[in-house]
């Protein structure tokens, strides 16, 4: 699978993140099936930019840590969509401003937190979903189980 990793802060990602988004990423299209010609894309934003996008494109005017964009969601009464090559999944979004306020929370690291964020907006992306308890459950396992595989541990 073709991960494109975007940064837009005024700092650079350091190279160890940027590897293990990609593992993340990689291991969590290997888990899912997804097929190798599948392209992601991965922006590290700030809370500025994640507030606009929340807003935006879900009416709601506060930053969170992670949005996801699926490309191969289809609307009701939508025509679908027949590609040939590449399959695009879509595009996650990562504040990086709230991803270190919630590791602090949490007690955890920072490369935990973006672990855990990116896993999340990934499978955000397949269809999974925690709006009710059932499919939270399925999805949260789901991503503790990934997380596990590359060596993140909860």
């Known amino acids: 699978m073709e991960c494109f990793i ?31 010609t599948a392209e992601v894309s991965l ?14 494109f879900r009416g709601i005017d506060a930053p969170t840590d992670v949005l996801s964009f699926a ?3 289809k609307a009701p009464g939508e025509p679908e ?7 695009l999944l879509g595009d996650i979004f990562i504040s990086l401003d709230t991803a270190r306020r ?18 999340h907006g990934f499978l955000h992306l397949l269809g999974y979903d925690h709006d009710t308890p059932e499919k939270e459950e399925i999805m949260f396992r789901r991503q503790e189980e990934l997380l596990d595989r590359v060596g993140i541990k909860g």
């Open 71 to 73: 490309l191969q969601e």
């Open 6 to 36: 975007n940064n837009q802060l005024d700092s650079e990602l350091e190279p160890h993140l940027e590897r293990m988004i990609r593992r993340i990423l990689e291991e969590a299209a290997r888990l899912e099936g997804v097929p190798e």
């Open 43 to 56: 922006t590290l934003v700030d809370d500025e930019e994640i507030r606009r996008l929340n807003r935006d």
């Open 81 to 87: 969509i027949k590609e040939e090559g590449e399959l």
């Open 102 to 119: 919630q590791a602090k929370t949490y007690g955890h690291s920072l490369e935990k937190e973006i672990g855990v964020l990116v896993a």
